[in-house]
């Protein structure tokens, strides 16, 4: 099959053979090797990538999201959410304007959760780490999975009617708003922007996109290095292949708190699937850190009485969780 | 000279500090007299209905979401 990271194979190897006469089989030979690919790789998907979705970003602003969404009520309505969660750009920060301002306009509760899971969990810097380390088809399975989950989730708690759980306020400015409606918000003429502007949206995100991770990157890439050229396999088969029934579990409950730094964290698990991870825990590890964040959790308290968030994480948890051996059973 | 009241909506993420800095800049640029608050409350900004952050208001009125826009596009708003 093409591969497209063929060049930045053959300088590594070239380095670490011809420049500095290393066997590429040797402990050092191989680490070496796996970082002098890795990070230049990882490094120019970043670049690329998140210029290319800081530039075309620009095409989907929330407000025209939320007028696709508006009203759906049925499954069609999660589907589309988790469809549009893909393609738009996320910040936690965001999340909780973003939320009032769906159900404002009338976007049922479940098909706006099925949208605060999908877009955080199909980020940009995932998906570019996922399908550099690990393949396009595993990046794919990732998606497919993730979203599956995001619809099924918002779904139930759309069925549960679990409305009274959001803080009231919210449904204050939803009544507030049918009666002044938003044409207020909306005189604010659109926007048009010049190819010129795009682009120069699309440098900034890469720019600080690249400045944020390109550290943590580079670390975790350094440790995986060390891990891939040092570290015996069966001693990783034994702690994290599939055959540990609670591999999964506790690479979820790891990845709560490692909110942000999936791009440290991801090159590390690359190594460890070398060495004979099971790559279902690494899919779920992967979700864990991305949709069960914890400042997006405190964001969220805000608009969301502590019953809401506990059925949200939950039913996150046990979906992750549940992907993590459903992947796991699949693959052995 | 009347003092034009600006505020910024965002959530303290970087692009928010690069807004605020650029319209700073402007009104400097322009020898106004102008009050810039940095709105970081979720909640007060999705009452201005705005869902997309960094957001400019001017006057209450909200000018311009979603992005980072530079000086010289912030002057003519503040001219109105």
Known sequence: ?332 | MQTIKIEILGTGCKKCQQLEINTKAAVANLNLTAEVAHITDPVEIAKRGVMSTPALAINGKVVSKGQVISPEQIQPLLQH
């Open chain 1, 1 to 332: 099959m093409f591969d497209p990271f063929y060049p930045f194979d053959w300088l590594a190897t070239q380095i670490v053979t011809q420049l500095l006469g290393l066997s590429i089989t040797s402990h050092l030979g191989s680490s070496l090797h796996f970082f002098l690919y890795d990070v230049p790789k990882v490094l120019t998907l970043l670049i690329v990538i998140s210029f290319l979705v800081g530039t075309f970003q620009s095409f989907l602003e929330p407000e025209r999201v939320r007028f696709l969404l508006q009203g759906k009520r049925t499954f069609v309505g999660n589907i589309l959410a988790a469809m549009v969660g893909i393609v738009t750009p996320f910040c936690s920060c965001s999340a909780v304007p973003l939320f009032i301002g769906f159900l404002e306009a009338g976007v049922p509760l479940g098909v706006t959760f099925s949208y605060l899971m999908a877009a955080p969990m199909v980020n940009e810097v995932a998906v570019i780490l996922l399908w550099g380390l690990f393949g396009l088809k595993v990046t794919l399975i990732y998606i497919g999975f993730g979203v599956s989950l995001a619809i099924a989730s918002g779904y139930v708690i759309g069925r549960l009617k679990l409305e009274k759980w959001v803080e009231p306020f919210v449904w204050e400015l939803q009544k507030a708003r049918q009666v002044t409606s938003l044409e207020d918000a909306d005189t604010l003429e659109p926007v048009t922007f010049t190819w010129r502007q795009r682009f120069e949206q699309g440098q900034f995100q890469s720019s600080e996109i690249v400045r944020s991770v390109w550290l943590y990157v580079v670390l975790g890439i350094a440790i995986g290095a060390g891990i891939h050229g040092y570290v015996p396999t069966d001693f990783i088969t034994r702690y994290a292949g599939a055959s540990n029934p609670l591999a999964v579990p506790i690479a979820v409950i790891l990845g709560v708190p490692l909110y942000a730094n999936i791009a440290g964290v991801l090159p590390i698990t690359e190594a460890l699937v070398n060495k004979g991870m099971s790559m279902g825990t690494v899919l779920a590890f992967t979700m864990a850190v991305t949709a069960l964040s914890l400042p997006e959790m405190v964001i969220l308290k805000k608009v969301l009485r502590t019953q809401l968030l506990a059925v949200f994480v939950g039913l996150m948890t046990v979906g992750i969780i549940s992907i993590g051996y459903i992947f796991n059973a699949l693959l052995t």
